[in-house]
């Protein structure tokens, strides 16, 4: 007995130690093991409520998930499919499972005022990637590619390029009522002098949609001498049925950054495209939803995504795309 009432003290000792050093390790590794409401009790829930399963699509998951693991955040994920109807029950979905945040790359700006009325109502904090042209008082945050400055800068470029002569100008898009529309927009503008835009159609995201697409625009429209394509999936369809026609006379304008993209401008059969990954996307999607609702200091809450445009003179100098 009296050898274990002599022990005590250094067993209280030896505990409160490891208690300290506990605390201490905690203290050094990442601080999206605190809840949503600070009180240090559970780690961070968040839900990922994705628009597509295209590449950047992906490629945005993948880099949120990665960046998940390694900060200690437990990440849900679910996917629209291009459906404003499905991004709607996806964010339901991730109300009734009480995630602390939930993060949206939206299919629609329409259907995403209704995601976010909900995730209002139900106080649980919403945040963007890719777009941010909503009421910023109803967000969490957001990371945004300035998808404005894309399609000025490679208006801009174009113009440039053309050196004021008259020319036929092409645009493939994606889907209508998002990122696209303002991308398209500000491209439009940016054209002066010469070129002027002959052909509008939407692909849809789809690179077979956009082969057909370009297919037609052909028909209608021999002489064109440029074509912006809203990202490189569909810049590729374009490019399949400009080579079967035997058109290589033709300037390929686009967006991504992606390995295949940045592999075409290359070897010229894009002339320029726009490096804004989803890696960067993602990540940064992560660390600042976390960083917002613990309320760290030097958080943004609108961020935006670093871009680059790629020509065939600094294509080697490209961000990684996918993590």
Known sequence: MALHTSLRPSL???????????????????????????DGEKPLTLGFVNGNTIEFHTCLQRSME?????????????????????????????????VDAIIVQTVNIDSLEGGIARANRAKIPIFLTSVASVDQSKILGAVITDVVKVGRELGEWLVKDNAGAAADVAVIGGAPGAAADLMNNAFKKALTGGPRIVFDQPAFWQRAKAQDVAENLLQAHPKIKYVFVHNEDMALGVLAAFKAAGRTDIK????????????????????????????????????????????????????????????????????????
Do not use: H, W
């Not at 209280?12 to 600070?38: H, N």
């Open 66 to 98: 990665a960046r998940a693991k390694t900060a200690g955040v437990t990440l849900l994920t679910s996917n629209s499919a291009m459906d404003p109807a499905k991004e709607l029950s996806n964010i339901d979905d991730m109300i009734a499972k009480q």
């Open 252 to 323: 390929i304008l686009t967006n991504g950054g992606s390995p295949a993209g940045i592999d075409a401008v290359r070897s010229g059969e894009f002339a320029v495209t726009v490096s804004n990954t989803p890696k960067s996307v993602g990540e940064m999607a992560i660390d600042d939803t976390v960083g917002l609702l613990q309320k760290k200091e030097g958080v943004k809450k609108i961020a935006t995504v670093s871009d680059m445009l790629i020509t065939r003179d600094n294509a080697d100098q490209a961000p990684p795309y996918c993590s």
């Open 12 to 38: 209280k000792t030896l505990a409160a130690a490891l208690a300290a050093a506990t605390v201490a390790v905690t203290g050094c590794s990442s601080s999206t093991t605190t809840s949503a409401s600070g």
